[in-house]
């Protein structure tokens, strides 16, 4: 009798808590989503190629860097990863950021940094540092040195790109996630066989998704990959249509930042490097590379650029489900509407290639332009301009938490702001600030599509370009006035 009592307590107030949160406005579906990273030219992955894992919830936000809540309205969610070691005072193994802070180093996205450099990259994670773990990373060695990998969590997109692979979840998931992951111990156990970022991340993923995420024994010798568990968890949610899967793509910020590279799994990488494969050739045994060449084509091939292609959208996921079911009742008719709807909802996001060759069209009549009023001297110049603004500037973050850089130049200093909301604030110099928004989207429009944005991202920065430009053009004539008048 009392434990049917506790239990119709427990219900009861989990009932009221979910209608709690119905009434805050959660009762809409959250996400969970496993996050691909490329991987970075540095330490063991330049042997690997791997990448790093993490996990993406739309719903759950950090009460602390180390514990967790459901979202208030208005927040964007969360990233939550392990790593080898955090560098933090106490040996935690995971961390928590707020989603906009993982992916641009800022709370605010309109603060977001423009284009990435390391001083830029630094100065957002002092920031992070100062605001969040003032609590847990006191020490010299955590707030000074490089490898202390909280610092991976602060503005991922200047270092490299991702892809975010999502599914929806239910208030009770969420709920049952927090409860669970409050309640065990944070304490670092990473080991990069048994315990790494995948098999975390994979961990996540099956507490929501049972036997969704699974490692790749053959692809990956006995490991788990970042890329094994984003393949088998899109596999898992492409089969139960009501998942509502889509894949998101963050591209590497334009900067000085060394680009990052396509993660891979265990015998694509002996399969491509030639760094692994051609020692391999000369060791007893040498039929592995020819293994792992087999092993890859037949079973490990799976390309995250392709899925985002193909998958951007719920509706585009839907689309590709009814044409499916078009095909298989034969009904032509249907499956050639359905085929052109999707083709038209790809382009909205992606792009067609008659719209890029338009902008780049655009863009070369501005760049003569601009050539012309003498705001860059060259079109070359445009190649070196973040270089020369890492070289000449000083980047720092207002008290708002938005990020201008003092840029040295003639015997002097002007201030530009470096975000969307400081580009055109009072005090941001104007024709820098031109000069900085042809960089930007000259670094977009030369790129290929795995490396760029999407077209409602280049949308944004066009407009941004065009009102830079009308403002750079109103300060020069504003100041030939104020010549020809002290002149006369």
Known sequence: MGIEFSIRQISLRCALLIALVCSAGFCSYGDVGVILNDSLD????????????????????????????????GEQGSVISNYTNLGEDQSFEWNVVPFSVYVYGVEDPRNRPLFGTDKIKAALEEQYRDKYLAAYCYSDSCKTSDKAEWREMVGASLSRSFYIFIAETTVQQDLDFIARFNS?????????????????????????????AHRDLLNDFGMTSPKAVARSFTRYALQHPEMRFRVLHFSQLPGTIKRSSTPRSGTEQLFQSKKLLVPALFFPGYELPVFAAASYEITGRFDPEREFEDYPTVEATQISHDIHLAEELHDKPAAAQLKADRKEDLARILGSPEEWKSYREDFDSLVAEAVRDQVIPDRKYLDRLLKQFNKTGKPFVN???????????????????????????????????????????????????????????????????????????????RSADLAEAGND
């Open 42 to 73: 540095t330490s063991v992955a330049r042997i690997t190629g791997s990448g790093h894992s993490a996990v993406y919830l739309s719903r759950v936000c950090p009460e602390s860097p180390v514990k967790l809540r459901l979202c208030r309205p």
């Open 184 to 212: 065990l111990p944070n304490q670092n156990h990473f080991n990069g066989v048994t315990h790494n970022c995948a098999d975390f991340t994979k961990a996540i993923v099956d507490s929501y998704f049972p036997h969704a």
């Open 399 to 477: 008290d708002r938490g938005a990020l201008w850089m003092k840029v040295a130049e003639n015997g002097g200093a002007s201030d530009v702001g470096l975000s969307p909301s400081t580009l055109f604030a009072p005090g941001s110099n104007p024709r820098l600030a031109y000069q900085l928004a042809l960089a930007e989207i000259e670094w977009t429009l030369k790129t290929n599509a795995r490396h760029r944005e999407t077209m409602p991202e280049f949308k944004q920065d066009w407009a941004r370009l065009e009102k830079a430009r009308a403002q750079a053009q109103d300060f020069a004539a």
